[in-house]
């Protein structure tokens, strides 16, 4: 966005330019631009404007691929905030931020749970929904009737009307933003898995429903391809790997895992399943990140006592997945679990190990401190599919930096995205092999980097321009389940891996 | 409009490019452009579409001053017509026509009385009501609804539907144009003469209202100012002046004269009072070109009888430019009026010259012969109010065409646009001096230039660039009127001029 006080010259008998063509004409020079559109609506209220105001008016303008547009004018003496919305389109959550941005400063946050919800929690669903009559219409209307309400809310709680938001911008992955275009998502998960769009032009917010400005705009990030979307371009934007000489590494672990490796010249991206366990989908205690969900766990090196800390320092009702890794982290290191990850019956697990069926299980909580009121606990199956998880992951980033001739000890800086990155231990999971064994300040948690790329994208001037470099930027690897990754996979299914000489750090642990 | 058949491999594992880049890809490759921009509602049904129609399709792309649009597509193998609709949007009568875009055949075409003459006949009366509580809406919406009307008519009457045009183009003068988009043009009549707008963009027509393809874009030709305007563009768009080595001149007569000189390097034009006795609003007997308008008159040279020539050869009703101008040249040649103009007592005017309360009057058609019943009459005031048309005409084309440091003598062709041009003799305007002494075959009738450009424009790929570049080469040349000016005035008020070296060729009639 940009946002400039234009003082134009007003007309006379010399110079008789229309008043489209003088403010426009200001504009260009301003922005060493040939082209600055400008709408029917606006063009309908300008003379009248541009007399009150004195020829002197603050202009909005933002940058689409070919064109400025230019989306409002206000009185350069007046106060009024101008203002966007950035939106982390989550298929579970949705996160809305007002930025003021002629300050750039952050005016209201919320997170709300993604309306679509209703429908189904997964994506898989809500794309079969879609595909019932008049599915379409209503999932989206779902989701733009929500954002509605919620812009509403949020602005008045911040004082300004909805009505002073001239851009929106939008990061979400591939599936969501269809949804939210009103795109059928339905070729997205047949073979051979192709988007309708991916790299959308500015839509006028009118056009989508969104209730804000007439004039505004919104940026909906671009994506690669049905299974690397505009969140992840969104993380890489406000990471700034794309910026840097060295080469670095952007994890982002939700039910799938998507890696992106580079620098400022070239970027290697894949996408594979990673996830599962950490998302508290597969664990009979997981939970997604929230209160009362153990997100930190310790165990006293005298004791073996398991000291637990929980989200909100609410009574434990579950474990997320930072918690699962420390978890899995403590086990190993004080040899209740083996290296195949096997619990191994010994003093130290105590009365804590138990049997059922055949099947181990580990009393994490025990009833009376949990806020359930039954014991919160781990069976060798949790355990094993966490192993599973761990080795993917590990794999997918062999695979990724071997696939550029690198090793992962070349990385300079290891970004993590997400909720995920914000509550992971890398120490932890570093203990079982699940992130390589680089110096732990080389680990970087970026929070909700999708969010963050989707401020930086309205604040912008020109951040289409940005995006399209990163995304053209991009090779997409698609991971061959072949010998090699099997290979690769086996070596990792080993606490912290077959290889120890890997994870020099752990051994003195 | 630019419209091809594009054949896109369909997608697959190797190559998951979404259906909005992959048909896109195409049309840029075709037109050697970066920027092809796709509309939301198109962007909704492409995936469907290009699935149904096997990925063959006729594309429809309308080039805008940045970027392309694509505006339809069709299936290849369908012969659904492509059609556009050109408009010469007149202060009084509005002229449509449908052409059919693959063939560039015009389907067909209707003249319609202008709406917004229920408001008022001219335009000031219109602008005025403009500015009134809801006046500029109204006003707006009889010109809307009246072509919505008229399309629907139109279309019917060829046997397309509204939803088979995806382009609209509108030639009219500033005011005219700015009442269809719904702009103010309350400043364009006070000083300086501003417009909202000198060049619209293309425009959705749903935006303004009209009905046809959801997706057409509507062209509206653009002004050089208040006083020159679209309408005039469009008549040298077609005339072809600015694709000329040689110096070519064009008039265009209205209410006002509209005159422009120049040729490839150049263009000069100018606009001033000189039409009102040409159009028919001054004289008693004067009316519009239409059925039973006198537009042809001889006098036998024996019996000095007068021999009319109506339109559609109805009774006579009234006299039209081009018989007034034919009217006038007989007197002179025949002796009935002198060098001055004034009526002159003599055999050859028979009884047909009257007096009445001192003012003189000449019965052109008896009582017995109209269709109106009365004798249709001519009277001194009628023959000095068309000299000094005629004197100003001549005047203006002097002046401007010196103002370049030519003479009239020098130009190639002197195209002659609208029903005046149409009907026109050339012989007797230059025998009356309001034309110059040129060969009559240098003067050609452009008929309704400002439809024949309004047609070029939605045939054309990329008729923007084409106009702007006429427009932007346009030096609008003030008149000044100064003693120069009325020096020159005074002289043109005799028949054929005070000098009649400049016109050679009267002497001997």
Redesign the interface.
Known sequence: MWIKTVSLIP???Q???????RLIKAIKSHLRT??V??D?YL??K???LLRKWKYNVRCIVLKD???WILSGIINATDTIPIAGVAVDLGTTKVVLRIIDLSTNQILAEHTFDNPQMAIGPDILTRIHYSNQDEGLKKINRLIIDGLNQMIEKLCSSCNIKPDNIYAVSVAGNTAMTHLF????P??IIR???????????L?KAQ??GINVNPLARVIIFP?V??YFGGDLIAGIFFSGIDKKEDVSILIDVGTNAEVLLGNKHWLVACAGAAGPALEGSVTRMGMLAGPGAIDRIKFDPVTFKIKVHTIGNKPPRGICGSGLIDLAACFFLYGIIDIRGKFVSSKRSGNRLKDKDGMKYYIVVPASESETGSDLIISQADIDSLIISKAAMYTILETITSSVGMSLKDLSTFYVAGTFGSYINPNSAISIGMLPDLPIDSYKSLGNSSLGGATMAIISNDCLDKIDAIRDKITYLELNVNQEFMNRFSAAKFLPHTDTSLFPSVKPR
């Open positions: 007309p006379s008998l110079d008789n330019t229309a008043d489209a063509e040939n082209t559109d400008i029917l063009l309908r300008l003379p009248v691929r070919s064109r275009m009103g795109l059928n339905y070729w073979e051979p898995y192709i988007p309708v769009v991916n790299k959308p032009d839509i056009e989508l994506n391809g049905s």
